[in-house]
């Protein structure tokens, strides 16, 4: 069975340092890994995604993430933190080709300090 | 805004009762996916419609039923409400409805069952 295991309910970091959210998965065959942000009281907003090719995948707002099959991670980054990024963010996976389901982890809480 | 209309933003009923959410995808995208999101399950797939069609079924109860119309747009429809179907309930949708195609997501429908 598919499954996304985002191991960190919350992170904190400073405005202007590096930012990583975890996200490891499992599925079998090749992955379709994605990344989406909910605001407060907003619908979840696509950031990135990776289908195939290079694993390092750049996405909106200065997001990038890092596919690693050996690890099986697909870690969400940003170089520097803005106080704006705090939201809450989800990791999410699919297998199949011609689905359905988006499987998504139990999010992750981003909160940037000034 | 992603272009994902949903109504009403809000909806607070009782036990046994029953609700329709709508959901209008983005203009030109074929599919529509259905989304509950709760404190104690997370973010969880219901059910996907492409062009009318049902093409999958996640978690969704007996009591919920969803329609694709000829316009595409959507609606879910939970009856014999119970208290804990109380939670946010999104629409996304995609354009071919293939796994590889980020979905965009609606604002949301908060439900509540006193």
């Known amino acids: 069975a598919q499954s996304v295991a985002q191991p960190e309910d919350q992170v904190n970091v400073a405005e202007g340092n590096p930012l990583t959210v975890k996200c490891t998965y499992s599925v079998s065959g090749n992955p379709y890994l994605f990344w989406y942000v909910q605001y407060p009281n907003r619908g979840l907003q696509f950031l990135l995604k990776y289908i195939t090719g290079d694993n390092l995948v750049k996405g909106s707002y200065g997001f990038e993430a890092e596919f690693n099959k050996s690890q099986t991670s697909f870690h969400l980054k940003k170089p520097s933190a803005l106080v704006s990024d705090s939201a809450l963010y989800f990791c999410a996976v699919s297998r199949s080709y011609n689905t359905d389901k988006l499987i998504f982890g139990t999010g992750t809480r981003l909160q940037v300090f000034p | 805004d992603s272009g994902v209309t949903q109504t009403p933003k809000h909806l607070i009923t009782a036990t046994g009762q029953r609700v329709t959410l709508r959901c209008s995808p983005r203009?030109?995208?074929?599919?529509v996916y259905w989304y509950q999101q709760s404190l104690d399950q997370g973010l969880q797939f219901l059910i996907q419609y492409y062009n009318g069609e049902e093409r999958a079924k996640g978690n969704i109860l007996e009591r919920f039923s969803a329609q694709q119309f000829p316009d595409l747009h959507s609606e879910l429809n939970l009856s014999s409400l119970e208290l804990g179907d109380s939670a946010l309930y999104f629409c996304?949708?995609?354009?071919?409805?293939?796994?590889?195609?980020?979905?965009?997501f609606g604002p949301g429908t908060r439900l509540t069952v006193l």
């Open positions: 996304a949708s995609s354009v071919t409805g293939l796994t590889y195609n980020e979905q965009f």
């Open positions: 203009s030109g995208d074929l599919s």
